[in-house]
């Protein structure tokens, strides 16, 4: 019985060298998480899609804050959201270069 666990991790051992070393590139096979690509599809679609819609919000808003009808907070408050919504993606990437990730 010892013999046989001897030959299986033996074996298993010359397989895991085999490999490691003559075929590394399995090991990272998969360097790119699907999560990633799919969040950053889905940021790409959203931008697309929210861009004119924030273009004819800011539009209505200075419309609507000129006739005064509404504060100018809102407006301004609607442009800062803009900015920190679209400005994310870029945010988020100097941060990662920031801690090294």
Not at 19 to 37: H, K, Y
Not at 44 to 63: D, E, K, Q, R, Y
Not at 83 to 93: E, H, L, N, Q, R
């Amino acid at each position: 019985m010892t013999n046989r666990r001897v030959v299986f991790h033996s074996v298993a051992l010359a397989t895991f060298l085999i490999s490691s070393v003559i075929v590394p590139e399995l090991a990272f096979a998969q360097a790119t998480d699907p999560f990633s690509t799919g969040a950053q599809s889905l940021v790409t679609s959203l931008t697309t899609l929210l861009t004119p819609v924030a273009i004819v919000l800011v539009m209505a808003l200075g419309v609507t804050a000129a006739a005064g009808q509404i504060s100018w907070g809102w407006p301004i408050g609607v442009l800062v959201g803009i900015g920190v919504i679209f400005a994310a993606p870029s945010v988020v990437t100097w941060a990662k270069g920031l801690f090294g990730v």
